[in-house]
T-cell receptor, first 113, second 118 residues
Framework: QKEVEQDPGPLSVPEGAIVSLNCTYS??????FMWYRQYSRKGPELLMY????GNKEDGRFTAQVDKSSKYISLFIRDSQPSDSATYLC?????????????FGKGTRLHILP | GAVVSQHPSRVICKSGTSVKIECRSL??????MFWYRQFPKQSLMLMAT?????????EQGVEKDKFLINHASLTLSTLTVTSAHPEDSSFYIC??????????????FGPGTRLLVL
């Protein structure tokens, strides 16, 4: 079983729809969860990060963590064509400067105008 | 937010030559920098972790003599692909870990360098 599982997509939704992106993980010791957005031929851009279970909101984006189910989600409200990108979930343990961040494979998202 | 730059953004070279890629943290000090490669439509693959002033730690299967990493200062790390071959063609991305901010484990990525070996 891989440490982090993420559906690669592609996921196509109409403009204005709510998008739900998900990852599951197997290591219950993960404490720090992130979502990155990567446009084609660009480096990943950190969107959101959180330590705790529950929801964290930032504008149109909401990150949700359920540690009991080992499941994280990113919701995008009022999706725009400019949201079309690959979204990578990522997670790590805490406390060690050499701590590796484990990435999901990424979900390719297309917002249709 | 923290900014990481990479240079060059794109390089084309002949087989057998060496290529150096620079990664700089522009507005923060990074004790740790990471080097990744990414093939089209694939996820990031960690190649090595670079700590300032010490030798890099390579992931299993990554040849340390082929991919030379130097982390000379808190703002600069370099990756040299020695005797490059066509199979080394890929997208190379660095990232840096910040010592400041609410979460010191946060990792910021550079824009990437596309290498094409002919």
């Amino acid at each position: 079983q891989k440490e982090v599982e993420q559906d690669p997509g592609p996921l196509s939704v109409p403009e204005g729809a709510i998008v739900s992106l998900n990852c599951t993980y197997s290591n219950s010791a993960f404490q720090y969860f992130m979502w990155y957005r990567q446009y084609s031929r660009k480096g990943p851009e950190l969107l959101m990060y959180t330590y705790s279970s529950g929801n964290k909101e930032d504008g149109r984006f909401t990150a949700q963590v359920d540690k009991s189910s080992k499941y994280i989600s990113l919701f995008i409200r009022d999706s725009q064509p400019s949201d079309s990108a690959t979204y990578l979930c990522a997670m790590s343990l805490l406390g060690n400067r050499d701590d590796k961040i484990i990435f999901g494979k990424g979900t390719r998202l297309h917002i249709l105008p | 937010g923290a900014v990481v730059s990479q240079h060059p953004s794109r390089v084309i070279c002949k087989s057998g030559t060496s290529v150096k890629i620079e990664c700089r943290s522009l507005d923060f000090q990074a004790t740790t920098m990471f080097w990744y490669r990414q093939f089209p439509k694939q996820s990031l693959m960690l190649m090595a972790t670079s700590n300032e002033g010490s030798k890099a730690t390579y992931e299993q299967g990554v040849e340390k003599d082929k991919f030379l990493i130097n982390h000379a200062s808190l703002t600069l790390s370099t990756l040299t692909v020695t005797s490059a071959h066509p199979e080394d063609s890929s997208f190379y991305i660095c990232s840096a870990r910040s010592q400041r901010g609410p979460y010191q484990e946060t990792q910021y990525f550079g824009p990437g360098t596309r290498l094409l070996v002919l």
